[in-house]
């Protein structure tokens, strides 16, 4: 998949699941790196696995590296590809950005497509998935957590993070040692739940205002 600034969902990446009862939240799966040779698909796949077995979220995986909807390097208005993004986007309840880390930071490419959007993320949770060495990528989080606040977005507080994330799937794309991960993305996707379904009841009540 080229290393462009785009978004797209493949036939196989892309999961859903539907509730028993009720009206499941649409969750985007944020693909954040697009660099050629980056690990970042493994980890989305893993994740939206995990969450597409929940009855109560569908899941759209939204990978900035495709190649059906280019984003801008400039100031200009988007083309059809951006317009494409920007309402998969808006028709998101809640969100879970798959980060590494690069420099203490998150990916310039996640940062454009941040920076392009606004109402799309007001009064919706964003959950986080990093990965990298050492750090696990949690830097590039808490400067995530900063950028969303800004955009009146809701970042729950728990996290799965990968440190040494080379070392922890096989060529599968599988956990060597799945109990801890599995833990950790149950628990954070427990309050994305709780927050999208109180944030989606409160914007359907009372539009939000910025």
């Known amino acids: 998949m080229p290393a462009s600034l785009s978004a797209t969902v493949s036939p196989a990446a892309n999961v859903t699941t539907g509730a028993a009862t009720g009206r499941p939240l649409r969750l985007a799966v944020i693909t954040g790196s697009v660099r050629e040779g980056r690990f970042g698909p493994t980890v989305a796949r893993w994740f939206a696995e995990r969450a597409a077995a929940r009855p109560d979220l569908t899941v759209d995986v939204v990978d900035l590296a495709g190649s059906d909807a280019e984003l801008p390097l400039h100031m200009a208005a988007p083309g059809p590809g951006g317009a494409a993004l920007t309402a998969r986007l808006d028709a998101a309840d809640a969100f879970v950005v798959i980060t590494p880390e690069y420099n203490h930071s998150y990916p310039a490419g996640l940062k454009n497509v941040i920076d392009w ?54 060529d599968q794309g599988r956990l060597a040692e799945p109990a801890g991960p599995e833990g950790a993305a149950t628990a954070m996707l427990d309050q994305l739940a709780w927050w999208g379904d109180a944030l989606r009841a409160a914007r359907s009540t009372r539009p939000f205002a910025a």
């Open 117 to 170: 959007h606004r109402e799309e993320w007001h009064a919706k949770p964003i959950g986080f998935v990093s990965y990298g060495g050492l750090s696990g990528g949690l830097r590039a989080v808490e400067h995530l957590r900063v950028v969303f606040a800004e955009l009146h977005a809701v970042t729950v507080r728990d996290t799965v993070s990968f440190h040494l994330v080379w070392n922890q799937f096989d």
